[in-house]
């Protein structure tokens, strides 16, 4: 168990619609990455947050969206839904610079399986 | 972004035999990370290497990675079918430290 959690588990809609991913970090952990992993993209980096602001994107959809908020959970929110974004979106985090922490390691949650119908 | 690939894609071997996934560069990497990800679980930290010509070993498990810091590689001794999945490099890199991905090397164990 990373410590990371992240809700739903699955997740089947249809195209055109609009869905929330949810994610916690980490106890103590500022950073929240968003990542999808996909069979013919493999693993991207789609967001980061860092203590609420926005600090880095990646290959992300001018459709998707995300934010963080005050307690530190973090929101991916996908809207006019198409096939090909059926994946797994992987949350994860980070501890701060600050902490002391040997190494950048980043600790996945569970995942999203997404599928759009 | 700094660009690693992996290769080989898949590998299936019998159990007891070595296994050795590799990720290469064209640019010179500031790091290097190894993360595990099993059937229909998520990616889980192995190791971050630094340094050029760094060496790590974890149990069965050995780290390079290469002196001019453009290659890594993980090698894993007589294999058992607990190291079955797929083995991710990453590159750590921008402000916000963000990992790029290679494209995996699915491990499959033959028992």
């Known amino acids: 168990d990373s410590g990371v959690t992240q809700t739903p588990k699955h997740l089947i809609t249809a195209t055109g619609q609009r869905v929330t991913l949810r994610c916690s970090p980490r106890?103590?952990?500022?950073?929240v990455y968003w990542y999808q992993q996909s069979l013919d993209q493999g693993l991207q980096f789609l967001i980061q947050?860092?203590?609420?602001?926005?600090?880095a994107k990646g290959n992300i959809l001018e459709r998707f969206s995300a934010q963080q908020f005050p307690d530190l959970h973090s929101e991916l929110n996908l809207s006019s839904l198409e096939l090909g974004d059926s994946a797994l979106y992987f949350c994860?985090?980070?501890?701060?610079?600050?902490?002391?922490?040997?190494?950048?390691?980043?600790?996945f949650g569970p995942g999203t399986r997404l599928t759009v119908l | 972004g700094q660009q690693v690939m992996q290769i080989p894609q898949y590998q299936h071997v019998q159990e007891g035999e070595d296994f050795t996934t590799y990720c290469n560069s064209s640019?010179?990497?500031?790091?290097i990370q190894w993360y595990k990800q099993r059937p229909g679980g998520h990616p889980v930290f192995l190791i971050q290497?630094?340094?050029?010509?760094e060496v790590k070993k974890q149990k069965r498990l050995t780290f390079q990675f290469g002196e001019a810091k453009k290659n890594s590689s993980l090698h894993i001794t007589a294999t058992q079918t607990t190291d079955v999945g797929t083995y991710f490099c990453?590159?750590?890199?921008?402000?916000?430290?963000?990992?790029?991905f290679g494209s995996g090397t699915q491990l499959t164990v033959l028992p």
């Open positions: 994860a985090s980070s501890a701060s610079r600050t902490s002391g922490a040997t190494y950048n390691e980043q600790f």
């Open positions: 106890s103590g952990d500022l950073s």
């Open positions: 947050y860092y203590n609420g602001e926005e600090r």
């Open positions: 640019t010179t990497l500031s790091n």
């Open positions: 290497l630094v340094k050029s010509g």
């Open positions: 990453a590159v750590s890199s921008g402000s916000a430290r963000q990992l790029t």
